[in-house]
């Protein structure tokens, strides 16, 4: 009896959760595919973005996120290589070094963002500007990227590892030709799972990208993200609401794309990695 | 100790050697490699103490013994690859024509070009098979294309995967069967034209009809390379062996029990462990 | 055939050693990092914390409130609010997301399975600026027909709650997935009832993995801005009931910022490092337990 109730629980539990994932998407949908059209997808923003489109800060939001990935990306690909092959796991240094990034990826984002204002925007003088945001944002990929490349690259087996010392390769060569590309499909999906957490990110790029919503003319002039936007329509901007919902559209589809690309990635390289050449 | 023939001079030996028959098939045992006193460590914890004995150019020598005394181990310290287990340590000396390998400042990429090694599990890169082979030259830094083509054909010939995969270079190395694996591993230790060759248990992954093919192989290998193969295997030792090494634990740690000719090792040992052993009373 | 000839053409790639020290040091960078935030946090919150110009660190907890017009900096009322919400959204968002795992791990029929498990990822990605528009135009709203004025602590848990479980229940679902295939046989042999397999084996089988999940949620829940700014009313007061409108420390700082000045400014950097010391204690915890899974 008792079993029986515990399980119908969970079914409602279950159920409970679908049905308010359910309400959440189908508002998206229905408030906002009305905003979604090509001028809105293609215009700059008019009368305080209540008209007009998001087109400007679609491009602001790529080049952010672009600069971010060119940081964070090489940084974090480095140090996870290091971590995963050049250390001991459990040695001292490992370990520290292995608690500064889990701490670091749970600062909130708000505190990034104030780290940025302080530093990217003030010490080093960059202002509000796209190459500020997107220095603030790799500081937030950073831990993600670092995680996930490293244990794709222990989860490699050592017997490869193995067999090219046997054979007096260098660890370099081992790296590029037999490791990495035994790892890619884990680092592919780290680095997307990071884009999209970059993508959703407001808070720490409100002092540092800026609040302009024109189109930017360099990376030294300030640009609005798109999750920005979504933020200063719903709070500051009376009547914004439509286009809002038309922005939190877009960028769900945006988010939910990276994630299925970063899937199908996966097991398109779990299925093709014995063949490479 | 020994001049550059590498021929032994006036080092005591400290086993039981049988009496030296000259003829068939192996040679006059001219030692190749002389390993002296030779303990390992994991962690503080000695697996292997005290090892002696030389091994004979052109040779097969067997390492024969129950898991756990220190076999795998003995043979991993011989090119070197204890410098990638964790906490491992070496004391004592290996002469690989009278230079001593575990001197810290040699040059182990060298080393390991010389002495090969073949493990357990056939471990093909994921790769194929044209590049699980052209990778150890690349590495050597042998680029001419011509070059590199004949050496993949002369070493697929002798571990006679010729025939098999000469027309599908380009697949998957792992999409053969075990057998061919590991044949294929054997290849790629070959193509860098080692002189000795270290199998650790080569066959035991495999079935039997593969295993068999193996083990053809390595009988073919022999007076060109000098091989040290461990083996559980009883009769494959006494099938392809020239020389017998039989370890056991004693006082918490492997040694070496008694080391002879192949067939005097297993038709009249001297120690009675070994003989107990090899009837299969004890290990 | 014993002199190695070598065409050495080009060294391709630099030696052991020399790799070992280049990738060595984008490595300390990305550690450094952590070190660089600090070390700036701090550099902006000086003049407050040494208590130089007027304010010492006990003042931040002491005054009656957060009035910066008239240089009062009680954080006191912003922390409550902050691990009121956190801990109400922990309430809910704990035994659901477990819930949640458990249902898709043991009982759902394998094709609900995978588009649960999808959903679940899903959520899981959603901004938190889009569950703040959403609990702005639809939540608050509802909370205030029953309730004026709707913007509220129990919306601040309510989005908290629904942006907190994925994390729950994608990491417990990891932990449960973990444990031994035989732990369940083991027990349905002995013919216990599944609620008991469930709650009693399976459960503290990984409890290890769901305790990390969930200290992962609560860093996620107080570290929260966006989402909880847009619904929550931002009052500073000290939360007398569900629904009194509240103001969390990071909901703050970005309302402040922008505008913020001198001591204003530095007591704001304050309350970053009281953030980062909150979230710091929780990772070390969590990382803890996670290397003690690890060694069994």
């Known amino acids: ?277 | 100790m020994t001049d550059s023939t590498g021929l032994q001079k006036g080092i005591e030996s400290p086993y039981t050697l049988g009496q030296v028959e000259a003829g068939s098939p192996c040679c006059e045992p001219v030692a190749h490699l002389q390993i002296r006193d030779l303990t390992i460590a994991y962690h503080g914890l000695t697996v292997l103490s005290g090892v002696s004995l030389d091994v004979y150019r052109g040779c097969i020598t067997a390492l024969i013994g129950p898991s756990g005394c220190g076999k795998s181990s003995f043979l991993a310290c011989l090119n070197r690859l204890t410098d990638l287990l964790p906490g491992a340590h070496t004391r004592g000396e290996v002469r690989l024509d009278g230079q001593n390998i575990l001197a810290p400042g040699l040059d182990v990429k060298q080393l390991r070009q010389r002495i090969g090694m073949i493990f357990q599990k056939p471990n093909p890169f994921p790769l194929s098979i044209r590049r699980n082979l052209e990778l150890p030259l690349l590495e050597r830094g042998i680029r001419q294309r011509i070059e590199i083509n004949r050496r993949i054909e002369n070493v697929l010939r002798d571990v006679g995967l010729w025939d098999e995969v000469a027309t599908r270079l380009n697949s998957p190395a792992t999409r053969l069967s075990g057998g061919q694996q590991q044949r294929l591993c054997i290849a790629r230790a070959l193509i860098l034209e080692p002189e000795i060759l270290l199998m650790d248990e080569p066959c035991s992954a495999l079935d039997p009809l593969s295993s068999a093919v193996v083990e053809d192989l390595i009988l073919r290998l022999r007076g060109r390379y000098t091989v040290i193969i461990v083996t559980h295997n009883l009769a494959q030792a006494r099938r392809i062996a020239n020389y017998a090494a039989f370890f056991w634990v004693t006082e918490q740690s492997g040694k070496l029990i008694e080391f002879n000719r192949c067939q005097s090792l297993f038709e009249a040992p001297q120690n009675s462990l070994t003989e107990a052993y090899i009837a299969g009373t004890k290990g | 055939m014993h002199e190695v000839t070598v065409t050495r053409k080009k060294q391709r790639w630099p030696s052991d050693a020399l790799m070992k020290v280049m990738l060595g040091l984008p490595a300390l960078a990305a550690a450094a990092l952590l070190l660089l935030i600090v070390v700036f946090l701090v550099y902006e919150a000086w003049p407050v914390m040494t208590g130089r110009s007027g304010i010492s660190l006990l003042d931040f907890f002491r005054s009656d409130g957060w009035y910066p017009l008239q240089e009062q900096f009680g954080m006191l009322p912003m922390v409550w609010a902050s691990i009121a919400a956190a801990l109400g959204a922990m309430l809910l968002a704990v035994p659901m997301g477990l819930a949640c795992a458990l249902f898709s791990q043991y009982l759902a029929p394998a094709w609900i399975k995978g588009l649960f498990n999808s959903m679940i990822s899903l959520l899981a990605g959603i901004p938190s600026v889009v569950f703040g528009l959403w609990g702005l135009t639809v939540l608050v709203p509802l909370i205030g027909q029953w309730q004026p004025p709707g913007a509220s602590l129990l919306a601040a848990v309510l989005i908290l709650a629904m942006m907190t479980l994925p994390t729950v229940a994608l990491t417990s679902r990891a932990a449960l997935a973990a444990t031994t295939p035989s732990l369940y046989q083991g027990a349905a042999m002995l013919g216990m009832s599944r609620h008991r397999i469930l709650l009693g084996v399976l459960v503290p089988a990984a409890r290890r993995g769901i305790l990390g999940g969930v200290l992962l949620a609560i860093a996620r829940a107080l570290g929260e801005t966006m989402a909880v700014l847009m619904v929550a009313g931002n009052v500073v007061q000290t939360p007398a009931s569900l629904f009194d409108p509240i103001r969390v420390l990071t909901a703050n700082i970005a309302l402040e910022m922008a505008y913020a000045v001198d001591q204003h400014r530095s007591s704001l950097f304050v309350s970053g490092l009281l953030l980062m010391a909150m979230v710091a204690i929780l990772a070390w915890l969590a990382n803890r337990m996670s290397r003690s899974m690890a060694h069994g």
């Open chain 1, 1 to 277: 009896m008792a079993d029986r109730f515990f399980l119908l629980t969970l079914w409602l539990i279950a159920g409970l959760v679908t049905l308010t994932f359910a309400w959440l998407l189908g508002d998206i949908l229905i408030k906002g595919v009305p905003a979604i059209s090509w001028e809105f997808l293609s215009q700059a923003p008019s009368r305080a973005g209540r008209q007009g489109g998001i087109w400007p800060i679609l491009v602001s939001t790529v080049l952010i996120l672009s600069v971010a990935i060119c940081v964070a990306l090489p940084l974090g690909l480095c140090s996870a290589i290091w971590l995963a092959e050049f250390t001991r796991r459990d040695g001292p240094l490992g370990r520290r070094i292995g608690l500064a990034l889990d701490i670091l990826a749970g600062v909130p984002s708000i505190v990034i963002g104030l780290f940025g204002y302080a530093f990217f925007s003030g010490f080093l003088g960059l202002g509000f500007s796209i190459l500020s945001g997107g220095l603030t944002l790799a500081c937030m990929m950073l831990p993600i990227l670092v995680r996930t490349a490293e244990s794709g690259l222990t989860a490699v087996p050592d017997e490869w590892r193995h067999a090219a010392a046997a054979l007096g390769m260098r660890r370099g060569s081992v790296l590029w030709h037999v490791l990495l590309p035994a790892a890619a499909p884990a680092i592919t999906a780290g680095l997307l799972l990071a884009v999209g957490r970059a993508t959703a990110e407001t808070a720490a790029l409100i002092f540092t990208s800026g609040y302009v919503d024109r189109m930017p003319e360099s990376l030294s002039d300030s640009g609005r993200a798109l999750a920005v936007h979504i933020y200063d329509l719903s709070m500051n901007v009376t009547g914004g609401d439509q286009a809002a919902y038309g922005s939190a559209l877009v960028l769900v589809t945006l988010i939910i794309v990276i994630n299925l690309l970063a899937n199908l990635l996966s097991l398109y390289w779990a299925k093709r990695k014995v063949t490479l050449a």
